[in-house]
């Protein structure tokens, strides 16, 4: 089975944190991805990557940064977070072509205060 | 860019009824369709796809319709059971849009016991 980790369930931080959400997956997935999950709204995307050390934005990138410095890890980073960026954070990962199934994390709940 | 509509925001059906949730998406090279549940804790978690070359698909009690001409898709659960209550996302895979999933707002189903 795949399994995509996140490293936490709940997070509370305060404005102007730095905050860093990581996510692991352990199946040698080339494409790993952070979502942003609000009611009403869906899934956006925040930014994704392809292999490592490589990424795009996606639809919503302001205020996030990230980093993938190994293939089975992708790290999401509030470089100075703000009560709007108070989200549940979906980390998901795929095999490789476009078509191919994501597979998501439990979620990352960050309330910033 | 894509756009996906999807409703209704909330759907509540008897036990054993039949429940239906529509999408519809704007870019005409859209080819992928895939639907994700997601229950409560958990990340969401794909249940059943559709490609563009095809016009219907049934896994069990789940199905899926495609009309291409319309550029709208819409998944069919018969005798719902409690279980299916959950989270219910559409999407659309853009090649306009880099071959990246676009997903609805979300559509919540309860089944009443």
Redesign the interface.
């Known amino acids: 089975d795949v399994k ?1 980790t996140q490293s936490s369930r709940y997070l509370v931080k305060r404005t102007g944190e730095k905050v860093f959400l990581e996510c692991v997956q352990d199946m040698d997935h080339e494409n790993m991805f952070w ?1 942003r999950q609000d009611p ?6 925040i930014y ?1 990557s392809y292999d490592v050390k490589m990424k ?1 934005k ?1 639809d919503i990138p302001e205020g996030y940064s990230v980093s993938r410095e190994k293939k089975e890890r992708f790290s999401l980073i509030l470089e100075s977070a703000s009560t709007n960026q108070t989200s549940m954070y ?1 980390c ?1 990962s795929s095999l490789g072509g ?2 191919d ?7 990352t709940r960050l309330t910033v205060l | 860019g894509e756009n996906v509509e999807q409703h209704p925001s909330t759907l509540s059906v008897q036990e054993g009824d039949s429940a239906v949730i529509k999408c519809t998406y704007s870019d005409s090279a859209s080819n992928y369709f895939p639907w994700y549940k997601q229950e409560l804790g958990k990340g969401p978690q794909l249940i059943i796809d559709i490609r563009s070359n095809v016009g219907e698909k049934k896994d069990q009690r789940i199905a899926v319709t495609l009309n291409k001409t319309a550029k709208h898709f819409s998944l069919h659960i018969t005798e719902t059971q409690p279980e299916d209550s959950a989270v219910y996302f559409c999407a659309a895979s853009s090649r306009e849009y880099g071959n990246k999933l676009v997903f609805g707002a979300g559509t919540i189903l309860r089944v009443k016991s």
Not at chain 1, 101 to 107: E, I, N
């Open positions: 995509v979502y009403g709204l869906g899934l956006r995307l994704f795009e996606g979906l998901a476009p078509t199934t994501q597979y998501f994390g439990p979620g």
